[in-house]
T-cell receptor
Framework: NAGVTQTPKFRVLKTGQSMTLLCAQD?????MYWYRQDPGMGLRLIHYSVGEGTTAKGEVPDGYNVSRLKKQNFLLGLESAAPSQTSVYFC??????????FGPGTRLTVT | GENVEQHPSTLSVQEGDSAVIKCTYS??????FPWYKQELGKRPQLIIDIRSNVGEKKDQRIAVTLNKTAKHFSLHITETQPEDSAVYFC?????????????FGSGTRLSIRP
């Protein structure tokens, strides 16, 4: 099993550009999450999903959209990137709300 | 909503000594409290967790204690080793709930001095 994978690993965007981050899991988990990690801020929840076709807002959802069309995939979109969105993005999945398995992260820089 | 506070933000201990990291949570309905370890440049990984029906749990050199009345929980690492150097995150959640999600503390950077 690959566990949780993220694509891409690194990306540099210019202000105003758009992009989609892909998260995939092969553990048949119901719950999936997107976090951002900034120095000294810990892990902040952007959006999450409790099942295929469902999404919900987390702590810091502004500027991001998500979709969960298939159970194994959770997409995070930035429609118009801003420098404040420079961060490391982690995807995670879990069976209900217990142990979360994290992906390797995506380092995004917005110039 | 749930709020999790963690302290200290940085901690330096001599190799072989013990380290303690403390967290408090705000939502009395929380019933699951995991601890994650994140090494430099790596993803967070679960090291130990505790559920609300248990007051203490141990796994070799690490232990977690929970005081539900005071809404406190702590991570204890004994006989620290260089490989314990990392950032540690506590978290809290309501477990099985259709609207549940885990809220993380801000992290503690633990350094082990040789």
């Amino acid at each position: 099993n690959a566990g949780v994978t993220q694509t891409p690993k690194f990306r540099v965007l210019k202000t105003g550009q758009s992009m989609t981050l892909l998260c995939a899991q092969d553990m048949n988990h119901e719950y999936m999450y997107w976090y951002r990690q900034d120095p000294g801020m810990g892990l902040r929840l952007i959006h999450y999903s409790v099942g295929e076709g469902t999404t919900a807002k987390g702590e810091v959802p502004d500027g991001y959209n998500v979709s969960r069309l298939k159970k194994q995939n959770f997409l995070l979109g930035l429609e118009s990137a801003a420098p404040s969105q420079t961060s490391v993005y982690f995807c995670a999945s879990s069976s209900h709300s217990y142990e979360q398995y994290f992906g390797p992260g995506t380092r995004l820089t917005v110039t | 909503g749930e709020n999790v506070e963690q302290h200290p933000s940085t901690l330096s201990v001599q190799e072989g000594d013990s380290a303690v990291i403390k967290c408090t949570y705000s939502d009395s309905a929380s019933n699951y409290f995991p601890w994650y370890k994140q090494e430099l440049g790596k993803r967070p990984q679960l090291i130990i967790d505790i559920r609300s029906n248990v007051g203490e749990k141990k796994d070799q050199r690490i232990a977690v204690t929970l005081n539900k009345t005071a809404k406190h929980f702590s991570l204890h690492i004994t006989e620290t080793q260089p490989e314990d150097s990392a950032v540690y995150f506590c978290a809290a959640s309501k477990g099985y709930s259709s609207a549940s999600k885990i809220i993380f503390g801000s992290g503690t950077r633990l350094s082990i001095r040789p």
